[in-house]
Antibody, heavy 124, light 107 residues
Framework: QVQLQESGPGLVKPSQTLSLTCTVS??????????WSWIRQPAGKGLEWIGR???????NYNPSLRSRVTISVDTSKNQFSLKLSSVTAADTAVYYC????????????????WGQGTLVTVSS | IQMTQSPSSLSASVGDRVTITCRAS??????LNWYQQEPGKAPKLLIY???TLQSGVPSRFSGSGSGTEFTLTISSLQPEDFATYYC??????????FGQGTKVEIK
């Protein structure tokens, strides 16, 4: 079955750019029926959707982060990536990648499966 | 679209029937999903489209509701069900939003 795995630095300095990659295994990122999303969760808090990408490279971002977020896809490596610029301590969180599924169902979409998550701490 | 869950936390015993409510700031029917998150783990999809059980999820979980009000029910709470539960709306276009979560604790 499809599995997702996040990777990237666990510590980023304030004002720098956070960069994470999600590697998809057990299936192709170019299946044509899924989007691929990033979600984050500060410690002890709820979930925030960051944005999504289609295999064509089409993206949608959360307006609250749009000015600082870039999501890209590398179909040759079966990966998609997140860049978040000008980070502050408020960006410290566990970052998850997930497959954004359900679009052919006609009853919406949902996240399944999820990666295990990676903690990114913003600190000098 | 704002999603509000109630209660924020609850204490229950094994075997209890548990109900969690999720309210949306506008109609999101039927684009409402439920996730379970165990401590230190990623969320897991339980229910999509308000009432459809994801494959492999025990039948003691059920979802219902429409419009702006939805419920997740656990018919008989099991030890492995102690976790935090989140609702999520995927109505129309992004951004997708989650409720703040409901933590189910052991009484």
């Amino acid at each position: 079955q499809v599995q997702l795995q996040e990777s990237g630095p666990g510590l980023v300095k304030p004002s720098q750019t956070l960069s994470l990659t999600c590697t998809v295994s057990g299936g192709s990122i170019t299946s044509g029926t899924y989007y691929w999303s990033w979600i984050r969760q500060p410690a002890g808090k709820g979930l925030e959707w960051i944005g999504r990408i289609y295999d064509s490279g089409s993206t949608n971002y959360n307006p609250s982060l749009r000015s600082r977020v870039t999501i890209s896809v590398d179909t040759s490596k079966n990966q998609f990536s997140l860049k978040l610029s000008s980070v502050t301590a408020a960006d410290t969180a566990v970052y998850y990648c997930a497959r954004d599924d359900g679009y052919i169902s006609g009853v919406g979409n949902w996240f399944d499966p999820w990666g295990q998550g990676t903690l990114v701490t913003v600190s000098s | 679209i704002q999603m509000t869950q109630s209660p924020s936390s609850l204490s229950a015993s094994v075997g209890d029937r548990v109900t969690i409510t999720c309210r949306a700031s506008q109609s999101v029917s039927p684009y409402l999903n439920w996730y379970q998150q165990e401590p230190g783990k990623a969320p897991k999809l339980l229910i999509y489209a308000a009432s459809t059980l994801q494959s492999g999820v025990p039948s003691r979980f059920s979802g219902s509701g429409s419009g702006t009000e939805f419920t997740l029910t656990i018919s008989s709470l099991q030890p492995e069900d102690f976790a935090t539960y989140y609702c999520q709306q995927t109505y129309s276009t992004p951004p997708w939003t989650f409720g703040q979560g409901t933590k189910v604790e052991i009484k």
